[in-house]
Structures are given as C-alpha cells and as structure tokens.
C-alpha cells in the first residue's frame, strides 16, 4: 500500500529542492517547515544520512476549510514533501498521499480537499520531475 506520490528529478540535490518549493509556491503552497533530516542526524546523532529534507506544505485557505470540517485535522498537517538522495544518487522528489491523508479521518467533507491538494501535487511532481511516478 502506497502512501506517497513520487517523481524522479535531475539536477543537484539543493537545486531539486528549490525548484521543488517554487512549484509548490507556484500551486499555491507555502513552505512552513524545512527540516535538514541529513544535518541533524550529523549534528544530534553524530550520524552520516544520506541528503534528505522534508518540506511542510500548507495552501492556508484549504488548512482552514480542512480544519472547520474536522477540528483534529491539525494532527496530520501540515502535508509533507521529502526531497531525497537515493542509493543510485538520483535525487527524489515524493508528498504525502492526501487521498489516503484525510482518509484517516473517516470524514467525506474532506474528499473534496484531499482531490484539490492532490492535483496540486501531481501538478507539482511533474513540474519538478522527469515525468516519471
């Protein structure tokens, strides 16, 4: 079971991940967290990771359209986009799944949201990736 929607990408790793979050800016997104998974392993653990950044995604108008049809709605967001390196040393590019996201919550005014930020991200994807999902 796929809990993801992925896309390779070409081009340096920090390159990947600016066009990664001008495309999601371009699909109305913004970026509230960017967390250097890579750099804290390294900092916390003392552990070398692989490149690895996950990125918080919001679009503020459907957070709060989500959150008034589902108050605990705020536990799974906001929705995450990781940049990766992979062992080959391609680089990534997967978001979170909101179709299976939201249907955590068992609620059907979600359905609507979750199609929306879906096509989003596909749009997203394959702006920033090869063409490949």
């Known amino acids: 079971m796929s809990y993801t929607m992925e896309t390779s990408a070409t081009g340096a790793f920090d390159k990947v991940v600016e066009r ?4 999601l800016e ?18 916390k653990l003392g552990e070398e990771f692989r490149q690895y950044r996950i990125l ?4 503020p108008a459907l957070a709060h359209e989500g959150l008034t049809a589902e108050r605990d709605l705020g536990a799974l967001l906001p929705c995450n986009v990781i940049v990766y390196e992979t062992d080959d040393g391609d680089v990534t590019v997967s978001a979170v799944d909101p179709q299976r996201l939201v249907g955590i919550a068992d609620n059907d005014a979600l359905d609507s949201i979750a199609t ?3 096509d989003r ?13």
Do not use: H, K, P, Y
């Open 20 to 23: 990664t979050v001008d495309a």
């Open 26 to 43: 371009d699909e109305g997104f913004g970026v509230l967290c960017d967390i250097d998974v890579r750099s804290t392993f390294e900092e």
């Open 56 to 59: 918080g995604a919001c679009t």
């Open 116 to 118: 929306d930020v879906t």
């Open 121 to 133: 991200f596909e749009r997203m994807l394959s702006t920033v990736g090869n063409g490949t999902r």
